[in-house]
């Protein structure tokens, strides 16, 4: 009897990957194919950042809290989606797709995969291919209607801490977090956000990012309104373009806030 190389289920005599091994990558494919446009547009997530670091030299840039690394992640599977769509064509001579895109090689490769059952590089075809789209949705990270809160750090039943993510809908009163189920109250949770990132240094788009996240609405001209005005100063740069402080643009916008009742009741 001869068996799956990637599970114990026993396949024919011809084949190296069993049809539910098959079928799983051919839906992650899938799944990725519906994934990759979203990747282009995502540009970083707002991690965690936690406590107890320790203090930093005098002068010295607080981390970034984004990933940074999405772009180098999103040409990884692009690589992988060309590598493999090669092999399939030299192997097989299945025609490539006549426009050739992330979206349509995850296609490809999806329909690929009865074929590749039948080759002895099914193992590797495998295992490269299947998690894509596993990272592909953490690059994504979530949908576009909820925002990240931040750790959970309720207390387990084990007497650990839970660093799971919490995240809601953008108008919702309550986060959840989907580690441990606990509820976290959206405003406390934001503050807490906004407190923690009070000595970053981000640029300007980072920084108008950091506000709707935070449930500010600070448009694009009124941020640059402050930069030229001076009332917001830059501290640093980063590939040659200037980065703020968040707690000094906080300050910025709590005073105009003050200053103008529309842009208060929008922060509410």
Known sequence: MIN?????RPVTGNEFGCPICGQRVADALRQLALLIPEISITLAKLDRISAGDGPRPDGAEAALPYRLDASDRGRAIQGELVTWARVILDETGAPLPEVITG?????????????????????????????????????VDRPAERVYLGPCGAELVD???????????????????????????????????????????????????????????????????????????????RADRPTYRVGDALDVQAAAAVRNPVTRRMAA
């Not at 690929?112 to 949705?137: K, Q």
């Open 4 to 8: 799956c190389t990637t599970c114990t």
């Open 103 to 139: 979206s349509t090689l995850a296609h490809y490769l999806a329909v690929g995969a009865a074929r590749a059952r039948g080759r002895a590089f099914w193992r590797e075809y495998h295992d490269a291919l299947l998690p894509l789209a596993r990272v592909a949705s953490r690059i």
């Open 159 to 237: 007497g650990g801490t839970c660093m799971e993510d919490v995240t809601a809908p953008r108008d919702a009163a309550y986060g959840r977090c989907r580690g441990c189920g606990t509820e976290h109250d959206y405003s406390v949770a934001r503050a807490w956000m906004l407190d923690a990132l009070q000595d970053v240094l981000v640029t300007t788009d980072e920084l108008r990012d950091i506000f709707a996240r935070g449930g500010l609405t600070v448009g694009r001209s009124s941020l640059y309104r402050w930069i030229a005005s001076g009332q917001l100063v830059a501290k640093g740069t």
